[in-house]
């Protein structure tokens, strides 16, 4: 399987007001950004936050991007600047080299594919993200609400028969980006489920309120920085980790 996905950066003024965003659809996005920032920063943000979202997958990643300093990066320039202890060929140190190291490390072991897209022509998946990092940026400039979007809704992970968001559905954009009211809400959005779709006996298993009612327990491994978007997540909607979990069911 294929994912597609557009990343996109902007930045007001640049530096400036800025915002990154990665789109598959409009059930399926996140983004993010700084008060301060340049568009560079916006676009190799979004193109790793996009590889953090799908780490826990094996599916080719198609990434549509319009920033060509972006895929040279990543395609032609970064190793060469890793067998020089991160410098350019003129000796120059290399700019948003934490970044890039990061982008450097994500894409280890996964398989993907970059597509340059022209920017502002009408292309769907671009224009999308083009518009959500912008909206970011925006929300920056005016002191707003940032909208960070749902995450990655595309996949559950089944264990013990249950039907579970996969830990990945947790991670959010990159800390500072949101506020907590906003953070609440992407992740009651990114780990819905429909509960009209259980089946009889599902909904007697789940029915937490039945101070009668048999539990379980199950046992859920994640790795560290999961379980710190897990805490934070929970904190911002005001329960324990637990609480939170269980609302995901």
Known sequence: MVITAAADGSALGNPGPAGWAWYV????????????????????????????????????????????????????????????GWRKADGSPVLNLELI??????????????EWVRGHIGHPLNEAADTRARAVAEAFRSRLEVPVGPGWTRDVLVQGGLALPDAAALAAPAAGTASAASASAASASAA??????????DAALFDFE????????????????????????????????????????
């Open 101 to 114: 190291q990061e982008l450097d490390a994500v894409i280890a072991g996964r398989r993907y594919r970059f």
């Open 210 to 249: 039945d101070p009668a009612a048999e539990w379980l327990t199950m046992t859920l491994e994640l790795t560290d920085g999961e379980h710190t978007r897990l805490l934070e997540r929970a904190r911002a909607a005001g329960a324990t980790p637990e609480e939170f979990l269980r609302g995901l069911i």
């Open 25 to 84: 659809d409009d059930d399926c996005w996140a983004a993010g950004g700084w008060p301060h920032a340049t568009n560079n920063q916006g676009e190799l943000t979004a193109v790793l936050e996009l590889f953090r979202a799908t780490a826990h997958l094996d599916d080719e990643l198609h990434v549509q991007c319009d920033s060509q300093y972006v895929i040279n990066t990543v395609t032609k320039w970064m190793a060469g600047w890793k067998r020089k």
């Open 192 to 201: 819905r489920i429909d509960r009209d779709d259980r089946s009889p006996a």
